[in-house]
């Protein structure tokens, strides 16, 4: 079997290929529990030392009819033994547990690519299901691929004969099958998946040990079959010394919410409602009451920001989780946080729209809408992570913005970012910003009254004091009527009004933010790829392959995209051409070029996926060859 897995040595007599990368797909319906044997193989990756991306890929249906492509779910994993930035544009090995899975992802898999096929799935009604006119493994069509079919279900059964199980559970176990066949084929441990199991079916041990001997007998499998010839090591990976975990995007954010309370000193309150595919921050952080975190599920998504804002008034961290419908549904109140100037953190997990869209694929297309979507004169910061890691530093960076400047902090996150995982370098916790903040306890009038002045703002932030109701002296009023400057009086006043806009913009015009900085190793690049949120993987993948090549090209990210770093006009007119790649159809791109009147390409695409690297690569390559999008 030759097949070409990235850059390995010949394999040697002990027949084992050492591999410098590799990138599986495990595929199946959606009751075959694919997203479960990817974590699993992704936590024994991660265990084991290697640098490694994902990407889970969920049907839009809650349940759809068994055995159809509307039905296929599938998780990538890409795992090295060098830093990686993407989960893989192809993958080297698809496994695939029925034909549906075999017809929706065989078009990705490259010719010399492993495929392990179920074949106990490949009756004829099943075929029928998703157009298949033959047995795909009967004919020539995939003759490009080293095919190696297994009868999964039948082995399971087999394998769980003495356990007493019905067929129809026994078969359940096949996951954890291809799970120990994998796992062999790579050199994985077994202890933590068995421990694992064991933990997660403690109440019905009889499923446990089922799961458990199907793993083993997946093992068991491989070690004994002539079907595979070679095996495949892939080395840990070089990573800065320290403790890692694998995490995803939502738990990063949940944790980054929980540090947060801990470095301010204040009880933390998310008031949200379930949303895909946010969710998981919700169910990740009701986990950690004993941290002061309290999460409330409200009835719908107003209440719940009304109960985070409610939350702020009170002199707590308020937080509200959601996606770009909720958005749009939380505007108003949003609006009411920027009048009356509270923090506030809204963390929108982007996915495709508009409307119910799309729900468990990933877009960027929210950006206008966190920008703009509020009636009247409304800024907010906007930040934004670039990786499943990284938005642990990022929900610490808005927490930091919303209470020093007293304002609602809008976090950008998306469906790639949010479900993907990758390495994390657990921070030490004293090394983290301090958060804690100063209310008010004295009347502040400038004027001798011994009044407390709400829109008294400090000079250097522009930021007005932070009262707990209660306080004694400290009555004030604030709500969704425009104030009085100073004392905090309504006011209808057209002076006063224009006044207070213009101090709201200047203040968060006025945010602090590092400066955006530019990777250009080669320092003659004339070609600026620049991008946000998640295109940061695609987009440093691709410039590495041009660079491979021999062309030159710099790359940046925003981290912060309100208010923009201080330094971005400067390095945007440094270059002759800057390409921005998103997920929508220009937003960014739109801003810059009336920010900065700087005629940047724009490069878009919404299918519901990240970039490929590839496909980025030959874009770069296009435009430093001159030509056009």
Known sequence: ????????????????????????????????????????????????????ATLPNFP???????????????????????????????PDVLVAMNPAALKANVGDLPAGGILIVNTDEFTKRNLTKVGYDANPLEGDSLEAFSVHEVAMATLTQGALTETGLGKKDAERCKNMFALGLLSWMYHRPTEGTERFLREKFAKNTAIAEANVLAFRAGWNYGETTEAFAVTYEVAPAKLASGTYRQITGNTALAYGIVAAGQRSGLPVLLGTYPITPASDILHELSKHKNFGVTTLQAEDEIAGIGAALGAS?????????????????????????????????IIDVQRGGPSTGLPTKTEQADLLQAMFGRNGEAPVPIVAPRSPADCFAVLIDAVRIALTYRTPVLVLSDGAIANGSEPWLIPDVTTLPDLSVTFATEPNAPDGSGEFWPYLRDPQTLARPWAVPGTPGLQHRIGGLEKQDGRGSI??????????????????????????????????????????????GPIGAAARRVRAGGGSIATAHLRHLNPLPANLGEVLRRYQRVVIPEMNLGQLAMILRATYLVDAISYTKVAGLPFKAEELQGVFTDIIEGGAL
């Open 491 to 536: 006011s209808y006043d057209g002076d006063n009004h224009d006044k207070m806009v213009r101090l709201r913009a200047a203040k968060i015009a006025g945010i602090t933010v590092p400066d955006v900085e530019v990777d250009d190793p080669s320092g003659d690049a004339t070609v600026l790829a620049l991008g946000w949120g998640s295109t940061f």
């Open 313 to 345: 008034y009170g002199g707590a961290l308020g937080m509200t989780t959601t996606s770009g419908p909720g958005i749009a549904l939380k505007s108003e109140t949003i609006g009411l946080a920027v009048m009356t100037e509270l923090p506030l953190v």
């Open 60 to 90: 839009a249906e809650i349940r759809a009819p068994q055995g159809t492509l509307p039905g296929v779910s599938s998780f990538q994993l890409h795992f090295a033994d060098y830093d990686i930035l993407t989960p893989g544009d192809r």
């Open 1 to 52: 079997m030759s097949v070409d897995l990235g850059n390995d040595a010949s394999a040697g007599e002990t027949g084992i290929r050492k591999l410098d990368r590799v990138v599986i797909r495990f595929a199946g319906d959606s009751g075959d529990g694919m997203q479960l044997t990817g974590d699993r193989f992704t936590s024994e990756a991660a265990a084991f030392g290697n640098d490694l």
